[in-house]
């Protein structure tokens, strides 16, 4: 599957191994991640990135309903990075 624009936290599966991977850094490229020799599969899944205000560190919630994650960084509850 090719997409025009590559979103952060867009989701991306092996058919073959179930491998995943997620973008990190958003982007207008011509993403096609290849895994076992396959074209992997854009899910509609779209992980959710957090930052720390004060030193810009990041994370992303990777597995399972984080509706009730607060991360803190830096001794501040970590802001929900926009996506685009």
């Known amino acids: ?3 025009g624009k590559n979103i952060l936290g867009q989701v991306y599966r092996c058919s073959v ?5 997620s973008v990190i850094k958003g ?6 991640p ?5 074209e992997m599969i854009r899910i509609q899944t779209i992980n959710t990135v957090y930052v720390c205000s004060v030193c810009f560190s990041e994370l992303m919630a990777i597995k399972g309903d ?7 960084c830096c001794n501040k509850r970590m802001i929900k990075k926009t996506k685009g």
Do not use: R, V, W
Request: charged letters at 10%.
């Open 66 to 72: 984080a509706k009730n994650l607060q991360p803190i």
């Open 34 to 38: 290849i895994c076992c020799n396959k």
């Open 1 to 3: 599957m090719t997409s």
């Open 27 to 32: 982007g207008s490229g011509n993403l096609q």
């Open 17 to 21: 191994c179930g491998a995943e991977l």
